[in-house]
């Protein structure tokens, strides 16, 4: 079987590659650079996925500028591995010829429940509507809408009064990781 995996250069993203490559042989990690965030929300980041310290990808690498995701060399490259499983944690949307490719299908890790918040910080809207009970993540299919393919696995976040807006994301960044690499294997065999 042979899998690829999409994501970002974050420490969230990285802990995602670790966490799959642990569970999962990664044959290939397409890495988006995403723009630097505040200091603030870094080191809050860091303490959450201090995993990554001093761990290095097992597999071949290909970096890209954010949204380059779905250019036409790296779409090429993609067709040419042929495979089975594309794992996806925080990229840009993924073209059809990306999403389509895989014959086991492009799995994704969404930080919300699709069917409260679609898109993009999707907790944060959760707490500015003042609905924490709609904060957890979802592992789905990838099809053409957003954050709209079928749900295989979906998780509410656990909150603590203390919790501030960035922690309740990290968090829910840790249960999607957590969610798809404790059910990865049973996903590969059709059995979620």
């Not at 809050?44 to 201090?50: D, G, I, P, T, Y």
């Not at 990808?57 to 036409?72: D, M, S, V």
């Not at 490719?101 to 999707?122: A, E, F, M, W, Y």
């Given at each position: 079987?042979?899998?690829?995996?999409?994501?970002?250069d974050?420490?969230?993203?990285?802990s995602?590659?670790k966490?799959?490559?642990?569970k999962?042989?990664?044959?290939?990690?397409?890495?988006?650079?995403?723009?630097?965030?505040?200091?603030?929300?870094?080191?809050?980041e860091?303490?959450?996925?201090?995993?990554?310290?001093?761990?290095r990808?097992?597999?071949?690498?290909i970096?890209?500028?954010?949204?380059?995701?779905?250019?036409?060399?790296?779409?090429?490259?993609?067709?040419?591995?042929?495979?089975?499983?594309?794992?996806?944690?925080?990229?840009?949307?993924?073209?059809?010829?990306i999403?389509?490719c895989?014959?086991g299908g492009?799995?994704?890790i969404?930080?919300?429940?699709?069917?409260?918040?679609?898109?993009?910080?999707?907790?944060?809207?959760?707490?500015?509507?003042?609905?924490?009970?709609?904060?957890?993540?979802t592992?789905h299919?990838?099809?053409?809408?957003i954050?709209g393919?079928?749900?295989?696995?979906?998780?509410?976040?656990?909150?603590?009064?203390?919790d501030d807006?960035?922690i309740?994301?990290l968090?829910?960044?840790?249960?999607g990781?957590?969610?798809?690499?404790?059910?990865v294997?049973k996903?590969?065999?059709?059995e979620?």
């Amino acid at each position: 079987m042979l899998s690829l995996a999409i994501t970002s250069d974050h420490p969230r993203h990285r802990s995602f590659l670790k966490s799959l490559c642990e569970k999962v042989d990664i044959s290939c990690a397409f890495i988006e650079y995403k723009p630097n965030i505040s200091k603030e929300f870094a080191a809050k980041e860091r303490s959450f996925f201090s995993d990554i310290d001093d761990w290095r990808l097992p597999c071949e690498t290909i970096y890209c500028k954010k949204g380059r995701i779905n250019n036409p060399e790296i779409i090429d490259t993609i067709k040419k591995k042929k495979p089975d499983f594309i794992f996806v944690f925080g990229s840009s949307l993924l073209s059809k010829e990306i999403f389509s490719c895989p014959k086991g299908g492009c799995i994704n890790i969404h930080t919300g429940l699709v069917q409260h918040h679609r898109g993009v910080d999707s907790c944060y809207w959760a707490l500015y509507e003042g609905r924490p009970e709609t904060i957890g993540a979802t592992v789905h299919y990838i099809d053409s809408s957003i954050d709209g393919g079928d749900i295989l696995l979906q998780e509410k976040t656990n909150l603590e009064k203390t919790d501030d807006e960035d922690i309740v994301f990290l968090k829910t960044c840790q249960i999607g990781i957590e969610l798809l690499c404790k059910n990865v294997e049973k996903i590969v065999k059709n059995e979620v």
